[in-house]
């Protein structure tokens, strides 16, 4: 699968973005997915994931609250509205297919990585 992400940018510190991701391939639907997120210097780390039923939701501690990962079947596009932004939310998010039934958080249980898109929130 071919993911494309799109929707980052400059906001100032208590502003929003919404992230899209858009999906090719026709099972889209049976994916699992997530958003995980790079700053410069550090590991990538898990943001949120919504099962294929979008019924199930998880988050990181970081971003709970404040961001909310949904997805469009009918578009093959999943989404991450991102409000109350903070300057530590920085970085390169990246949206993933879930590869297996391990822990959403764990970055070797996703495959099919995006090339990413640039949030920086300016203090």
């Not at 929707?7 to 997530?34: D, E, K």
């Not at 898990?46 to 294929?52: C, N, R, S």
């Amino acid at each position: 699968v071919r993911l494309v992400e799109s929707g980052g940018g400059l906001v100032q510190a208590g502003g929003s973005l919404r992230l899209s991701c858009a999906a090719s391939g026709r099972t889209f639907s049976s994916y699992n997915m997530g958003w995980f997120r790079q700053a410069p210097g550090t590991e990538r780390e898990f943001v949120a994931a919504i099962k294929w039923i979008s019924i199930n939701t998880y988050y990181a501690d970081s971003v709970k609250g404040r961001f909310t990962i949904s997805r469009d079947n009918a578009k093959n596009t999943v989404y991450l509205q991102m409000n109350s932004l903070k300057p530590e939310d920085t970085a390169v998010y990246y949206c993933a297919r879930k590869l297996n039934s391990g822990s959403y958080s764990i970055v070797s249980n996703y495959d099919s990585w995006g090339q990413g898109t640039h949030v920086t929130v300016s203090s």
